[in-house]
């Protein structure tokens, strides 16, 4: 059987405050969204944006595609006797209401639909489960946003001794998984990313371990300003930022939590440390377990968040994608 890989974009733009999904229709009589095979030497993100641009003539640049949204499709089908198992990986991109559409000649015209339009008249059912994870993360992504942009211009009163460098989460916003550490540290703070030093490193390490990679899952702290010296946040700190981090964790709707730490541990669950709770599920929602750091620190420490992990990983299997 042969195998071919294909890119390609979702593209929506907002005409008079609703979004609408470009669709093209193809000379076959169907509607399909903008993609195609990818090219030796290029990426997949370098073969969606090319794609995008010859079958509707929209350019989309790698910094406007829809942070950490990606969704695969794998389906079989028979052209010319051969038969072929196609993989194709789909992003998301806003464009203005103003971008001019050029179909290619492979495509008889476009249309923009509202999601309840487009899944009408889509014909097949993977395009319907691709347009309805889409749409899931479009909202999801546009309440991050506006939750976010009031998160990072909070009030700083007398009771704010944290840094003015706001690091937001960041993951895929229809996770199955949520986990939030203690506070940026300072690379956090000057490249504004949570988990990018070396606990993130080991963060990452322990994700791939359970067949998954980071861009499947979203990633924040209680706090999301560092706290110089990278101090402990103060009861008053995380009750200021308590609601947001409530609210974040509520537009994501993840399966389970993992909480990295006892500041975590504490602020979400009330529990004073960590060592007789770790690797064991709360709530049939939480995981607490180690954070990053202190693995980092002590072996042992490692080795538990690795046994905790198992757990994650085993929870995940059980519940399967509900």
Not at 48 to 55: C, D, G, K, Q, V
Request: glycine share 6%.
């Amino acid at each position: 059987m042969r195998e071919e890989y294909s890119y390609g974009i979702v593209i929506l733009s907002r005409f008079q405050g609703e979004y609408k999904y470009l669709l093209l229709k193809r000379a076959e009589g169907w509607l399909d969204f903008p993609k195609g095979h990818i090219e030796k030497g290029e990426t997949g993100v370098d073969a969606a944006i090319r794609e995008t641009m010859e079958e509707s003539g929209i350019k989309v640049d790698e910094k406007n595609l829809i942070p950490f949204f990606h969704y695969d499709i794998i389906y079989r089908f028979t052209y010319n006797a051969v038969k072929i198992l196609k993989h194709v990986r789909m992003f998301m991109s806003i464009v203005s209401d103003n971008s001019e559409v050029k179909v290619s000649h492979e495509h008889r015209g476009y249309i923009w639909l509202n999601y309840s339009e487009a899944m009408k008249n889509l014909n097949f059912g993977n395009q319907r489960e691709l347009l309805e994870y889409a749409n899931s993360y479009l909202i999801k992504y546009l309440s991050m946003e506006s939750l976010n942009s009031e998160y990072r211009n909070i009030p700083k009163n007398g009771k704010w001794n944290l840094s003015i460098n706001f690091v937001p989460g960041e993951g895929n916003l229809n996770s199955r998984i949520f986990f939030i550490g203690q506070a940026p540290g300072r690379n956090e703070d000057i490249q504004k990313r949570p988990f990018i030093g070396r606990s993130g490193k080991l963060l990452d390490s322990l994700i791939d371990g359970i067949g998954l990679h980071r861009e499947d899952v979203y990633i924040t702290s209680v706090v999301q300003f560092f706290p110089p010296d990278n101090r402990v946040p103060t009861d008053d700190e995380v009750a200021i930022c308590m609601p947001f981090l409530k609210k974040q964790i509520e537009i994501v709707n993840p399966q389970i939590i993992v909480l990295l730490g006892a500041t975590a541990a504490d602020a979400l669950l009330n529990l004073k440390g960590i060592t007789a709770y770790h690797g064991k599920i709360i709530e049939n929602k939480y995981l607490v377990t180690v954070h990053p750091a202190a693995a980092l620190r002590n072996p042992a420490n490692l080795e538990i968040m690795k046994s905790d992990f198992n757990v994650l990983d085993e929870f995940l299997k059980s519940h399967g994608n509900s």
